[in-house]
């Protein structure tokens, strides 16, 4: 993943340069810029979607959740990120939710309705110190397909910022599927360094869908 926290960075704020020549610019009094289809993109692995979702009560919740905008290379993402407030300056009853393009962030999709997420909570006051972070390292995870071959297996991401503790979730399409959901709670356990006592849940979306979030059972836990 260092790819895309780092070297890929720099890459990308290299394409910015003119095009220069091999043998020094002193034979081309007036440099040519290059233009933007010229500039190298840096695919990723899928195209992505991210939504947004504001609770007006004047409104359905479909009516509620919109599109931002999709992305398929680190450039586009990162332009995305950067334009857009981070989930800390969010109103309470807000989510941002990044998914894999056709899929949307909701139970009853195909690719999510057998499926389940890993959950963190955040204390009140993990908010100013914490979940910005743990979103982008988040996000990070997934356009950078971390868990392997078990990314094959991540449906998305979800943010949900409320005023008794925000939450942060992974979603996968298959809540059978052990060994790949074992494998992506433990990397991203490791990837945001959280402390060994300090568990994350998989609840199976059936389960989560049924039951409020206290009666919630716990699937498998890291």
Not at 74 to 86: C, G, K, P, S
């Amino acid at each position: 993943m260092d790819l895309f926290g780092g070297h890929c960075l720099s890459a990308v704020r290299d394409t910015t340069r003119g095009p220069e020549s091999e043998e020094g610019s002193s034979d081309s009094p007036t440099p040519v810029a290059a233009s933007p289809e010229q500039y190298i993109k840096h695919p990723l692995q899928n195209r992505w979607a991210l939504w947004y979702f504001k609770n007006d009560k004047t409104k359905s919740w479909t009516e509620n959740l919109r599109l931002i905008s999709k992305f398929d290379t680190v450039e586009d993402f990162w332009a995305l990120y950067n334009h857009i407030q981070q989930p800390s300056k969010l109103g309470f009853g807000c989510d941002y939710c990044l998914f894999k393009d056709g899929i949307k962030p909701m139970w009853e999709d195909d690719r999510n309705k057998l499926g389940g997420r890993w959950l963190m909570t955040l204390s009140k006051q993990q908010r100013h110190n914490d979940l910005d972070r743990y979103w982008m390292e988040t996000l990070l995870c997934l356009i950078g397909e971390s868990f392997d071959e078990a990314s094959e297996d991540v449906c998305g991401a979800v943010v949900n910022v409320r005023p008794k503790g925000d939450k942060i979730s992974i979603w996968t399409g298959n809540c059978q599927n052990k060994d790949a959901i074992m494998t992506i709670g433990q990397q991203y356990k490791e990837r945001l360094n959280l402390p060994i006592k300090n568990i994350l849940g998989y609840q199976s979306h059936d389960d989560t869908s049924s039951k409020s979030g206290s009666t919630t059972k716990n699937m498998y836990s890291v």
